[in-house]
């Protein structure tokens, strides 16, 4: 079953596209929720919550864009929401940040595997973190991420700056034989 | 490397990488019931447990009737064609017992027959002790058996009397030929048939005593061995073995070997256990382009290490050769992954670059000159994962026995259902990390394959009555992957295997 069948029937409401649909995409939905909220019962619920939206506005669904993209604005907004709902609001700090982010990192960084970056995502700031998802990874504007936030532009560029520099810190202080090591024993282990 | 490149590689994985759902309470707590509760597992099962349950019923109830039949010609008197079957088996019997007397007279001196008179005199009290507990014990059992027409059939009353007077039992035996005691001649034929019976086996008899007299007399003698063997046998025989217990006349049977048979069966039931040996043949595909490099390295890098199967049958077979086979089956396929991983360590060590000497009035100064050397090693590490995949399927095949001299050969078809697949092991997944845990979930594996089919041929040899072993190689096919619908590679196979089995029949036919 292909995607534009899956959608399809999604829009008619069958239960066997649906069903695949959330076969399809739960997984990667998960992760992306995870990112936002660091707590696995939340992200569960986020994820839940998306696949409602998803299942409820997927008639307004243009097939103008990517639909991988469609569905993972809805996951982060439900993330946002779930982390608004629990701290009454998502919090970001107002700040002015102008260091210069160094341009270059070591060439380890590129081995880094997924849980080595996940793992340094989540060393961030919360503020900057979520940011950094925003942009980096989602591929969010500053604009939109301002409005996402309820934040100003300005705050945005500050956060992502922040959580550059503070990335590139993370980076230089890990040692490639250490890196090494590690990915030595977790195969190991797996 | 640029800040960028590294945000740009941190993109690309994050953004496609994935974690572990539970999809069942995903589905369920959306309210997404889209797979029915499958009614064909339950419904193959309890059709198989039924159609299994009405063989096993058909057999028994099969082989109880003819021996009941049996049963019921040495219980009634009446005339039919069992009793008249049985007559002449008693007949026989009547008929041997009188030769094998005479033939003892022949081979004997006046003194040895008149000792077999006193024997047969003895044991003639016995019989009638023996026949008068018989029919106590079955007026108290059985009051339905009409035991006043079974024991006037063998004739307690004549027994009784000779035993009050022996010497007219003697007279008795002396004129039928030293011929086997009345009592046991009588229950070898109905009391309304004596007169008729006896008339006929006189003149019997002294046809085979004509006979006799014909023969040489080492034949004679000889046979004479095989009829003492016979008539020694029927007074050891009480009168409850002979016309009421099942069990312990069947022990007399076989000493007839020329009773004729009449339990040639139409189907016979047979219990089959089998172990065998596959070499699988595994498809793996994709439609993700994305997988496309896993794919890869899967084909080259995985290899099946063995596959093992074991399994019980049970076999309805109609004596025209076709026969069905329903049953169990269990198996386990073992696959490994070698991961080759190239390991880069960095030494740095002081290498003597330069000396320089210098003289400086009568002082030499010696300077080295040292520099670090990063010499780089690298190593291949193999990390060598394996998992297996146990399954258990519910076969049903049909097929045909040809025979041919010395053995028979069987040409089977038949289908399997995969009631259960469970893997466990750790299976390569190229992402990081490299090999993920297979656990008791549908994230790679399906829990069921459902239909697959089959067909080979079973050589077989017999071993005894009972008994067969046979050879088979055998062809087996999925039609559905074995990979659930996250895992991006399809994982299907089929299998050649070689089995051998041991058929174990419960009737020859």
Known sequence: MNLNTIIEGCKRQDSKCQEALVKQYAPILLRLC???LYDEHLAYDAMQDC??????????????????AWIKRIAVNCSLNVRKKMSGSINIEEIEYTNDVPTFVPDFAAKFSTEDLLLLIERLPKSAAIVFNMYVV???????????????????RSQLTRARTKMIEMINDCKESEKIRMDKIRIQYQ | MDYLDFEKGLKDKLSQSRKEVDMNRLLNDLNIHNEKPSRFIPGFLST???????????YFSYTNYFSEKSTSVAHTIQANEASKAVEIDKSQLSIEANVSSEASIIAQSKKAQNKIIEVEQQESSQKIIEAKTAKSIIDQTNPQINTNSYFKGIGIDQASESVLNPKKNLNNSTAKHFSIPAENKIILSPKNQTTSKELDKSTKSAEIIADINAKPLETIKENSQVWNSKIEAIPSLSLITLQTNETQSASFLPLLKDCPTFKDRLWTFSFIPEIGYQWPIKKLETDDANAAGLLEERKQDEITLESFQAAAYFELKHNSGLYLKPGISISKTNEQFKLKNNITISDTTLQLVRIDTIIVNDTIEITQIYEEKISDSTFVNTINSTYSISQVDIPISIGYTHLLEGFAIDFEIGAKFNILTRTSGSLYIGDEPAFARLRDD???FRRSVGLGFFGGINIRKQLNAFGEVYLAPRFQFNTKTISSDGNAISQKYSNFGLHLGYVYTFATK
């Open chain 1, 34 to 36: 995870n990112r936002y």
């Open chain 1, 51 to 68: 696949f409602i939206n998803v299942f409820k506005y997927i008639n307004g669904y243009k097939e103008e864009g990517k639909f991988e």
């Open chain 1, 138 to 156: 989602e591929g969010y504007s500053h604009k939109e991420i301002a409005e996402a936030l309820d934040i100003k532009e300005s705050s945005s």
């Open chain 2, 48 to 58: 198989s447990a039924l159609l299994i349950a009405f063989l096993s019923i058909a």
């Open chain 2, 442 to 444: 549908e994230t790679y």
